[in-house]
């Protein structure tokens, strides 16, 4: 149990920096959409629009780091597996 | 007698001709949109508003006499992360259930100056925000667009007037969190509107 809970925090800690890194390495705040512009040829108004696209930012990999320390901690609760002596 | 009629002919068609046109700035294309930026320390916190109506009082001949209201859905101010917007929108930041407009009323124009189709100016009048108004001084460009609304809005014929202003203001002016969050959120607010309206022609 203690192994499987080591694993899955670095589990966790290596998917959220993958994920973070593949979608842009994006230093500011989690956006859940992001801005497109669009120049309105007649009157020369740049036009907002927002489109989904997610992308994690530090808070994201925060609270990922957070959650593997957490599932790290946990395991200091379970003890070594002892190797079992079957001998007698 | 002949010469009367002309006179009071071309006297009209000049009157007819030099009256302000009203400008309506629901935009059917989606365009006009005000953008805010609020500095913060991890990342300044920028925006964009598209619920934009009103209507201004627009003279080509005469830009100094320039009147109109502007308002803006509390509602429709948008920013890329959910839960900044959904602070923004709450009961702690803008209110926009109790508070659903923003507006901005000109009531005159000082240190006019006009360049062929152009003009910019300083537009006098009341900014209301989170249910306080204040007066303010903003600087505006007016761009009149003659005969270009059909180029815009097809089987529409009529003028288009764009209105560009960029100004700061202050949060803690109109209640938004006083003296909180200082470290956090600046205190100044930077709002760029860039907005076209149309007058049909009749």
Redesign the interface.
């Known amino acids: 149990m203690k192994r499987a809970l080591i694993r899955l925090a670095v589990l966790v800690v290596l998917a959220s920096v993958v994920t973070w890194m593949a979608t842009g390495t994006n230093?500011?705040?989690?956006?859940?959409?992001?801005?497109i512009k669009?120049l309105?040829p007649?009157?020369?108004?740049?036009?907002?629009?927002?489109q989904p696209k997610f992308?994690p930012?530090?808070d994201f990999l925060g609270a990922a780091f957070a959650a593997g320390g957490l599932l790290a901690g946990a395991s200091l609760l379970f003890r070594n597996n002892k190797p079992t002596n079957d001998k007698h | 007698m002949k010469l009367n009629h002309l006179l009071l002919l071309t006297s009209l068609s000049i009157s007819a001709y030099a009256a302000p046109q009203s400008f309506d700035f629901k935009d059917p294309k989606g365009v006009n949109n005000a953008i805010f930026k609020l500095d913060a320390p991890l990342e300044s916190i920028n925006g964009s508003a598209s619920g934009i109506t009103g209507t201004v009082s627009f003279d080509p001949e005469n830009p100094a006499a320039t009147t109109g209201k502007i308002v803006v859905a509390s509602e429709s101010l948008t920013v890329p992360n959910p839960m900044q917007k959904e602070h923004l929108h709450g009961a702690n930041w803008l209110e926009v259930a109790k508070y659903p407009e923003i507006t901005f009323e000109a009531k005159s124009l000082a240190n006019v100056k006009t360049d062929g189709n152009a003009t910019t100016a300083d537009a006098t009048g009341t900014f209301t925000l989170h249910g306080v108004s204040k007066d303010l001084t903003v600087p505006i460009k007016l761009t009149y667009l003659k005969d270009k609304l059909s180029a815009r809005v097809p089987n529409l014929k009529g003028d288009l007037l764009v209105v560009r202003a960029n100004f700061t203001i202050n949060r803690e002016d109109f209640n938004i969190q006083k003296g909180q969050y200082e470290d956090k959120v600046s205190p100044t607010i930077d709002l760029s509107l860039a907005i076209a309206g149309a007058a049909i022609a009749q």
């Open positions: 230093r500011g705040w989690t956006k859940t959409s992001q801005t669009t309105d007649v009157t020369g108004i740049e036009g907002i629009t927002y992308s930012g530090v």
